[in-house]
């Protein structure tokens, strides 16, 4: 019988697939349930499904997450020792892997597209990239071939690119991105308007393409815009013509003279 995935119930079957996975190398006893949640915000239901039936776990490839007792202290070290003063409340680190940094932002004020899991490199902690909403999700992406049943949109989106999957794509790319996460967003876009450029939707390609420029140029400092641009309707342009749509190639091209000349949409 399914189990309701709205429930709690669903996320500890995850939660014991997981554990049963032999590329788990380290599982250890929960804590108390006594035992103080260390922040203000409240615990998520995610890791509050993992906690309660192992206090931190590590994978074969590396992965580690923390024991529940550990994440307040190695946050505060960390921050301390990276003098990292412009990490956003809510974001707290969850873990390590290789030269990764594993954290997790639980987005309490509604602004950072729903928070989730985040990774970052240990020596660029201020730039994070989504990998997946919670760290049930993101343990499936490492373990099973399945992966996460739920993915982030910047995840989706990846996958749908590597399918040549236009609608799924299109799906992902309308859903909110986590903030930074610009270029990712843009090359989704892109990827989306060669997929209709392939299929003869002009119309489609066109908005597709003015979104990974507007994408683009998020990304890039005041004063950088037009030179920008003009790289991003030239990329547009031959992502087009690869496609085989000569004709959107040739639109894309011709807004390189004048790229800033017409709004570009942003939703």
């Known amino acids: 019988m399914d189990i309701d995935p709205a429930t709690p119930a669903y996320l500890a079957a995850r939660v014991a697939a997981i554990l049963a996975s032999p590329?788990?190398?380290?599982?250890?006893?929960?804590?108390?349930?006594?035992?103080?949640?260390?922040?203000?915000?409240?615990?998520?239901?995610?890791?509050?499904?993992?906690?309660?039936?192992?206090?931190?776990i590590e994978l074969a490839d590396g992965t580690v997450i923390l024991r529940r007792a550990e994440l307040a202290g190695t946050t505060a070290w960390l921050k301390q020792e990276k003098s990292l003063d412009?990490?956003?409340?809510?974001?707290?680190?969850?873990?390590?892997?290789?030269d990764l940094v594993i954290a997790r932002?639980?987005?309490?004020?509604?602004?950072?597209?729903g928070g989730g899991v985040l990774e970052a490199p240990t020596d660029g902690l201020s730039t994070f990239k989504r990998a997946a909403f919670g760290v049930v999700g993101y343990l499936e992406g490492r373990l099973s071939p399945a992966g996460d049943p739920s993915p982030s949109p910047e995840v989706a989106a990846r996958d749908a690119s590597a399918r040549g999957d236009a609608a799924a794509l299109a799906g992902a790319i309308a859903r909110p991105f986590y903030p930074g996460a610009d270029r990712d967003l843009a090359h989704a876009a892109q990827t989306l308007g060669a997929l209709r450029s392939a299929a003869g939707d002009a119309e489609g390609a066109m908005e597709a393409f003015e979104l990974s420029v507007a994408a683009r140029l998020r990304s890039v400092r005041r004063g950088a815009e037009e030179s920008e641009a003009r790289a991003a309707w030239r990329a547009c342009a031959v992502a087009a013509e690869r496609a085989g749509a000569t004709a959107i190639s040739s639109a894309c091209a011709a807004r390189i003279a004048s790229p800033l000349a017409r709004p570009i949409r942003t939703e």
């Open 23 to 56: 590329a788990v190398i380290v599982k250890r006893a929960p804590t108390p349930s006594a035992e103080p949640w260390p922040f203000d915000v409240p615990e998520p239901a995610d890791l509050a499904a993992l906690y309660a039936v192992t206090d931190g």
């Open 86 to 98: 412009d990490w956003a409340e809510g974001i707290f680190v969850l873990g390590e892997r290789s």
């Open 105 to 113: 932002d639980l987005d309490p004020a509604g602004t950072r597209a």
